[in-house]
């Protein structure tokens, strides 16, 4: 199966096409090579995909037949990603947060009117 639709399958990815995209970005690992869409995929590799900011490890147990239920995914791979790889996503999130306030910016019109009529008062 190639890997493309095998992550697909496994639902790593939404369309086969934004998974075809992602291999050919190089952000797909093939046995620690950056793969093509079109490499097959067999029991026992390991592959590292890079997805949201995080380097999943996954390791392949079967190959599905077609793209299956999130309750089955656990049957065709299994996921080896270490727990630190989650908290630096959590520790972004709230980075993000600190640096830039949601809704702040530049000022709007009426903001912008805001000000001036504080200064005028003075």
Do not use: H
């Not at 493309?4 to 496994?10: A, F, R």
């Not at 037949?65 to 990603?81: E, Q």
């Not at 709230?94 to 009426?110: I, L």
């Amino acid at each position: 199966m190639r890997i493309d639709k095998y992550l697909w399958c496994v639902r790593y990815y939404k369309t086969r096409n934004i998974a075809t995209q992602a291999c050919k970005k190089g952000q797909v690992k093939l046995n620690e090579v950056t793969v093509k869409p079109s490499r097959e995929v067999y029991p026992t590799d390991k592959i590292e995909l890079r997805k949201d900011q995080i380097t999943y490890q996954l390791t392949v147990n079967d190959l599905p037949p077609n793209r299956v239920g999130a309750k089955l995914v656990d049957i065709y791979r299994t996921d080896t990603t270490p727990k630190e790889a989650f908290a630096a996503k959590e520790l972004l999130k709230y980075s993000k947060d600190y640096y830039r306030k949601k809704g702040t910016g530049r000022p709007t019109k009426k903001d912008r009117r805001d000000i001036d009529n504080f200064y005028e008062e003075e």
